[in-house]
């Protein structure tokens, strides 16, 4: 299905002034409905700071209200709007129109995770997976309990796991991952990368229930080193390294 | 047995065959390839019992290796509890009988049975 809306009318509403413009192919399927997904097509005009997400909600706002995506801040830090743009899983907020160096824009829910409708996909998984590696610190004694004193960590112990905090759960990783694409079992490079950020961190003492967690037929052994997820991370968090240093533990060359 | 237990076995094999296939393949350098596979040379490689012993060490690492990558390979195609078990002792069955196979052929020459 193919079709190009001319611009509804809209008390109120300000369109992109700009004389350029691309055409934006934004996936559409209701699996309530639908039985495959179809794409429509919009002719959307841009400046050169407009971001993928500032086009779809062009779209929504003017041309077909129906369109669902999920967005929250616009900044790349509540990682809500993760999908395939043009071809490559990316936050639709994070990726300006002009970097793409291309007139046609095509946006497609991320891959591996079930869609809800369009753009938006469940979640599900990937917070489960996240859960079950236990992603807080594990230890016996408090910070309140010890004299009312923080843990502390000197600058080189910060720097084992910091990288790795700033995963903003967008999702991408895992939709860039060949392995969760036929392993419907397989904890994920998220999930990963954040045990490794708890392991590696000198405050927890949980490392061993971690990774007794991690080591099953479909645990950290499935990762084949892709590297695609810490390719499409946004935020630098690189994951793929993060699995590789987490089988440094389960190797012995690490402790 | 775990996964990791598993995984270093699958890595340890995979480095020792290829360390002795590399010995197997130097050995083969001293003749001809036409001649190596002629019956009497190859009867007799199988009656020298050091390298007899290098080639059953050589099967059984690389059926380990083989057949745990295939497991890997199926466990990661379809999932399911029952699907998984069957799998796993499959490939333990199939590489059992791979290694009693050619190991037969080694024990067969060595008794006098050609």
Excluded at chain 1, 105 to 124: H, S, Y
Excluded at chain 2, 61 to 68: A, E, P
Aim: charged share 20%; proline share 4%.
């Amino acid at each position: 299905m193919a079709q190009t809306p001319s611009l509804a009318e809209e008390s109120g509403s300000t369109p992109f002034s700009s004389s350029q413009s691309i055409t934006l192919r934004i996936a559409r399927y209701n699996p309530q409905h639908d039985s495959a997904k179809s794409f429509m097509e919009f002719q959307v005009p841009y400046e050169k700071w407009t971001t993928v997400l500032e086009a779809i909600l062009e779209v929504k706002k003017h041309f077909d209200h129906s369109v669902a995506v999920r967005y929250s801040c616009r900044q790349a830090t509540c990682g809500s709007c993760g999908m395939i743009i043009n071809g490559k899983p990316r936050l639709a907020c994070f990726t300006k129109i002009s970097e793409l160096n291309s007139n046609v824009i095509t946006v497609e829910p991320m891959n591996n995770f079930p869609i809800i409708r369009d753009l938006a996909v469940k979640f599900e998984r990937l917070f489960d997976t996240h859960h079950k590696i236990k992603p807080y610190l594990i230890r016996d004694d408090t910070e309140i309990t010890t004299n009312t004193k923080e843990f502390l960590q000197t600058p080189e112990e910060l720097e084992q796991y910091i990288q790795f905090s700033n995963c903003i759960k967008c999702g991408l990783c895992n939709s860039a991952c060949p392995t969760m694409a036929t392993d419907s079992s397989f904890v994920g490079p998220q999930a990963l990368a954040q045990a490794y950020r708890y392991v590696a961190d000198s405050r927890d003492k949980g490392k061993d229930n971690r990774l007794k967690i991690i080591d099953d037929s479909h645990g950290i052994w499935r990762c084949h080193f892709a590297g695609s997820c810490s390719q499409v991370c946004p935020k630098g968090v690189d994951p793929a390294m993060g699995i590789q240093l987490l089988r440094g533990y389960m190797l012995g060359f690490r402790s | 047995m775990r996964e990791s237990i598993i995984m270093k076995i699958h890595y340890g094999t995979a480095l020792a065959a290829i360390a002795l296939v590399a010995v197997h393949i130097l050995m083969r350098l001293t003749q001809g390839f036409a001649e190596s596979l002629e019956y009497d040379s190859v009867i007799a490689n199988y009656k020298f019992l050091p390298y007899a012993g290098m080639l059953e060490i050589i099967l059984i690492l690389l059926s380990i290796h083989g057949f745990n990558g295939l497991r890997v390979i199926l466990l990661e195609l379809k999932q399911g509890r029952t699907y998984e078990k069957a799998v796993s002792y499959g490939c333990v069955a199939a590489m059992i009988a791979l290694i009693a196979y050619g190991s037969r052929t080694i024990i067969m020459v060595n008794t006098g049975m050609t």
